[in-house]
């Protein structure tokens, strides 16, 4: 196969960039990105084949429609609607005209791209051998659609079985640069916005602490660390927050950190562990998690001490119906997908549009609210920069 060659990372967007720090947005981490996204893409291909879709697709279907024709499960269309995506957007599907529930349907071009995962696979690991997390992830997820299609296996339980929890740990990890850039973004947006003088924060959905170290370690950077009167690390999975805890102890040893847990789906305890006004509440790819997000945004802006910051750290969609490398792996599983939907607010379950996530952030009464980086400039630059902070403030 040709060597994977991507487009080279467009010049302009160092400037986009600017309010980020320099080092990990390489033309390294760019071709990393791009490979993984190509690997995903090839997957989609792999899978196509093997669940013989396109025989299907002579005439024009939805994933709904496309399941029931092919006899497959109905817990397998979200992950199905990922894949006719992936395919329409490399030409070996076309859209055409939607179903009654408004999504969009999909006939096949006769064009069947031929897939090269070995050979990406092999080439990634050559650019940075740190993202075979996301590479591992995607094999487990593409290995399983087979199975998660004839209704054999249910996602989550083999995804989140005891046998993945190494690869969970790896991939989200500050080791694993595709993830890490994450938490980098979210802990750049957040320290700007910390209030001069003493301050303290809450952080949802911490799991093994990856987006704590980094928003620690860049506080100390800056000498703040003598400022944190208190750090709330919640997190529903005792494993992960056990896991957490040990590892940022050790750390940061005599911080004022505290560990607890918070489900953003349970209404507010005023008497819980995590109650109180935080001056930051901040959670790393955990608000897209809420099952009704408008209202655990509402309860988390009551968390906010006026003039505090909201955070949200966030894999973003940065065009409606993107398809985005993790989501391969995220659609597969049903907490991700069974949300509550609003065709204003939430129109499909998983990753948002910074639209969506603007029009969510002032909706529950946060103003004003701020994308970092700026993802409508970087978007017209790049179409594969997935990851953004999304800031609202509690009026003072
Ligand atoms: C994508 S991981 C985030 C990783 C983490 N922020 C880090 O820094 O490594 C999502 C986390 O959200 C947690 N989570 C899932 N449902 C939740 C809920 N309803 N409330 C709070 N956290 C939740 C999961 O247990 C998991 O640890």
Redo the contacts with the bound molecule.
């Keep these: 196969m040709p060597h994977f060659a991507p487009a080279l990372r467009p010049p302009d967007l160092s400037l986009a960039l600017a309010e980020l720090p320099r080092e990990p947005f390489t033309d390294r981490f760019h071709l990393a990105v791009e490979l993984v996204e190509r690997y995903a893409g090839d997957w989609a291909l792999a899978l196509a084949r093997e669940l013989a879709l396109a025989p299907e697709l002579g005439g024009a279907a939805s994933a709904r429609e496309l399941a029931a024709r092919r006899g497959f499960a109905p817990s397998f269309v979200p992950a199905l609607r990922g894949l006719l995506r992936r395919l329409n957007e490399d030409g070996a599907l076309v859209a055409e005209g939607h179903d009654d529930e408004g999504k969009p349907r999909y006939r096949a071009t006769g064009r069947a791209p031929e897939e090269h995962r070995a050979e990406l696979r092999a080439q990634g690991l050559a650019v940075d051998p740190a993202i075979a997390p996301s590479l591992d992830l995607l094999d487990l997820a593409g290995g399983l659609y087979p199975a998660l299609a004839r209704g054999e296996v249910r996602g989550e339980q083999v995804l989140l079985g005891a046998g993945h929890v190494g690869l969970w740990g790896e991939y989200?990890?500050n080791r694993h640069p595709i993830?890490a850039i994450?938490?980098v973004i979210a802990a750049a947006a957040a320290l700007p916005r910390l209030p001069a003088g003493r301050f303290s924060i809450l952080?949802?959905?911490?799991?093994?602490?990856?987006?704590?170290?980094?928003l620690l370690g860049r506080l100390e950077e800056a000498g703040r660390l003598g400022d944190l009167a208190r750090y709330e690390v919640?997190?529903?999975?005792t494993f992960?927050r056990r896991r957490?805890e040990r590892s940022l102890r050790a750390r940061f040893p005599g911080l004022p950190l505290t560990f607890s847990r918070?489900?953003?789906?349970?209404p507010l305890d005023p008497e819980g562990p995590a109650a109180g006004c935080f001056d930051l509440v901040l959670?790393?790819?955990?608000l897209h998690?809420?099952?009704d997000l408008p209202a655990?945004l509402a309860r988390l802006r009551e968390r906010l001490a006026p003039g505090g910051w909201l955070v949200g750290?966030e894999c973003v969609r940065l065009f409606p119906g993107q398809p985005i490398a993790a989501e391969m792996v995220f659609l597969a599983m049903e907490?991700f997908v069974e949300v509550a939907l609003d065709p204003e607010r939430r129109p499909e379950p998983g990753f948002l549009t910074p639209e969506l996530w603007q029009r969510l952030f002032a909706g529950s009464g946060l103003a004003p609210v701020e994308l970092v980086p700026d993802l409508v400039r970087v978007r017209e630059l790049y179409a594969h920069f997935n990851a953004g902070a999304i800031c609202g403030r509690r009026p003072l």
Excluded: H, K, Q, W
């Excluded at 918070?262 to 349970?266: E, V, Y």
């Excluded at 959670?283 to 955990?286: E, K, P, T």
């Design positions: 989200f990890s993830y994450n938490n952080e949802l959905g911490a799991g093994a602490g990856s987006a704590s170290e980094e919640t997190e529903p999975s992960f957490a918070l489900d953003i789906d349970a959670g790393v790819n955990v998690v809420a099952r655990a750290g907490g």
